[in-house]
């Protein structure tokens, strides 16, 4: 049987890690992938990349796939259409599910079921404690042999100061990444928003800023102790990004990502459209309740000026599908997060329109950014590495279209982009070097 082959001609490649971005034609199969090819079998498939963008697949560091036990939700089949409908073939999971992720046998089936499956791929991050109770360590060791990248107890993080310096002692050993969700929730108290005139004026409980980065600077002066890696999750206020800023100034192995919300929304935005100051909390939309919550203008141009200037590592989603009568009890009974899969890249290429960083930024954002934190430099992200067979997908920068529910492939709609214009659209994306998935025109 011949093998499936993918000619894109004139397309222009770029891949960040591998130092290219020219406009030339790209040869795709699962035996690898070929740039500017000198020959080519007649029974490959020919697609137009003329005006398109080809890029590595893209790697989403946070995604919540709720599978196992909130299927209802999400789960590998359903999270895997709307990943490759983003570009992302590569997903990072979170050990939230029922039961938690803490166990080295349900950590190898989270990804050997997706392989199985020909699904995109799934890299887990595991329990950093048993049953993300932050009382005991789980096995560490245990769990990198099962596959694990990293370790984290996402939305419950480790508020103990030994616990948490004893697990990046185990991490270190481990070569694990730890992955924090950075909240201190004695402070925050789980409250539904940021501290902020919206919040007031709706009558809601509010959190202060101080919860996330009292953590940020505890634990990076632990990691710095103890020589571990350390990955912010969802960083989403300036100060701190200036502790990770400086952490890596001292040669710290500290890494953070932002997602997209944070880099568009400010708490003002969680208003219903048409509303300009809300007087209860029904005049605010639960698909923009976000954890950590979305925070203030400040805070939000700090950020893109991190994308900017190199601070920000990554830029992750957080993908996080709620159904729609979870999602309207009303704000402050609803449960925190949105989707993000199929939205990241147009998000992000926002801010290339806009001048604020160039294509080859962006895409090191989502491609060759995200790898390095994984330290799986040449094995993701890269089209000219060890990764084989090959993930790719092609780009139209151009493309505008709307975010409804009918265009996502989420089995849940908590989008919090709906009704907004995007520039930017995957057209293909090739997984394990076979096309995927095709848009519809």
Sequence with gaps: MLQPLSLIRGARVIDPAAGIDAIVDVLIGPGGVT????????????????????????????????????????????????ALSGGVTTMVVMPNTRPVLDDPALVAAQSSSADARGLARVLVAAAATRASAGQALSDYRALKAAGAVAVTDDGLPVQDDALMEQS??????????????????????????????????????????????????????????????????????????AAVRRAKERGASVTCEVSPHHLTFTCNDVVKAGIELPSTEADLDPNKKMNPPLRSGADRRALVDGLADGTVDAVATDHAPHTAAEKGQGFARAPFGTTGLETMLGVLLRFVHDGTIDARRAVELVTSGPARVLRRQGALGTLSGRQAPPDLCLVDPERSWVVTTGALQSRSKNNCFLGLELRGRVTATWLRGRLAYQLIA
């Design 168 to 241: 990046l002692i185990s991490c270190a050993a481990n070569d694990l990444v730890f992955m924090q969700h950075a909240e201190d929730t004695r402070i925050s108290q789980h409250r539904p928003m940021t501290e902020c005139e919206v919040q007031r004026a709706a009558g809601i409980l509010g959190q202060p800023a101080e919860a996330e980065w009292v953590m940020v600077e505890r634990d990076v002066a632990l990691a710095e102790r103890t020589g571990a890696r350390y990955h912010v999750l969802h960083l989403s206020t300036a100060r701190s990004l």
């Design 35 to 82: 740039i500017d090819p000198s020959s080519v079998p007649d029974h490959a498939r020919r697609v137009d990349g003329r005006g398109q963008w080809a890029l590595p697949g893209l790697v989403d560091l946070q995604v919540h796939l709720r599978d196992p036990g909130l299927t209802h939700k999400e789960d590998q089949l359903t999270g895997s259409r709307a």
